[in-house]
T-cell receptor, first 116, second 114 residues
Framework: AQTVTQSQPEMSVQEAETVTLSCTYD???????LFWYKQPPSRQMILVIR??????QNATENRFSVNFQKAAKSFSLKISDSQLGDAAMYFC?????????????FGEGTQLTVNP | GAGVSQSPRYKVTKRGQDVALRCDPI?????LYWYRQALGQGPEFLTY????????KSGLPNDRFSAERPEGSISTLTIQRTEQRDSAMYRC????????????FGPGTRLTVL
């Protein structure tokens, strides 16, 4: 079974600084997708960024970017110019297309605090 | 609105009662998923549908849990004879059916079993 591990239960960053959240996963598949979701205090689940495993180029969405290392099975999220609104729980998620159907497998989450 | 909607947003019930949780997916999305999220943890997969067909129900914890999507749109997750351990946030997500799609989540239903 696929597993997703987020080894940092909590992280903090100063406003306007940069922070990196770590995620590793375990799979024997070559074709899959990776996601970062944000869960603010409202407990909504908001997509931050996604990465296709077959793409070598790292995904970027404004201040959010990923460092995807396929061989190392690592998928970290970098938040640049952190803002108070970035404070949330961040979940890394994996999805495989074939044997597991379309389910998302989530990590345990990293609680990000942004200090003014 | 254009997003996934769920109702009720909050449900408090007594142990032993049955509950039905509703999900209305984004218009045009043919895949619908149910997840359960305990406090402080990531969501865990329960089941999913493509159109009205239930494709995978391996995540349902036991036979008290069932789900249906009879017309390929709205889905209902039913929990029979609720137990305190069923207390959690129940989340629904939907997506288009093409390869590589993203799942978009609804606001969730917070279930509390007393």
């Amino acid at each position: 079974a696929q597993t997703v591990t987020q080894s940092q239960p909590e992280m903090s960053v100063q406003e306007a600084e940069t922070v990196t959240l770590s995620c590793t996963y375990d799979t024997s598949e070559s074709d899959y997708y990776l996601f970062w979701y944000k869960q603010p205090p409202s407990r909504q689940m908001i997509l931050v960024i996604r990465q296709e495993a077959y793409k070598q180029q790292n995904a970027t969405e404004n201040r959010f970017s990923v460092n995807f290392q396929k061989a190392a099975k690592s998928f970290s999220l970098k938040i640049s110019d952190s803002q108070l609104g970035d404070a949330a729980m961040y979940f890394c998620a994996y999805r495989e297309e074939e044997t597991s159907g379309s389910r998302l497998t989530f990590g345990e989450g990293t609680q990000l605090t942004v200090n003014p | 609105g254009a997003g996934v909607s769920q109702s009720p947003r909050y449900k408090v019930t007594k142990r032993g009662q049955d509950v039905a949780l509703r999900c209305d997916p984004i218009s045009g999305h043919v895949s619908l998923y149910w997840y359960r999220q305990a406090l402080g943890q990531g969501p865990e997969f329960l089941t999913y549908f493509n159109y009205e067909a239930q494709q995978d129900k391996s995540g349902l914890p036991n036979d008290r849990f069932s789900a249906e999507r009879p017309e390929g749109s709205i889905s209902t997750l039913t929990i029979q004879r609720t137990e305190q351990r069923d207390s959690a946030m129940y989340r629904c997500a939907s997506s288009p059916i093409y390869r590589g799609y993203t799942q978009y989540f609804g606001p969730g239903t917070r279930l509390t079993v007393l």
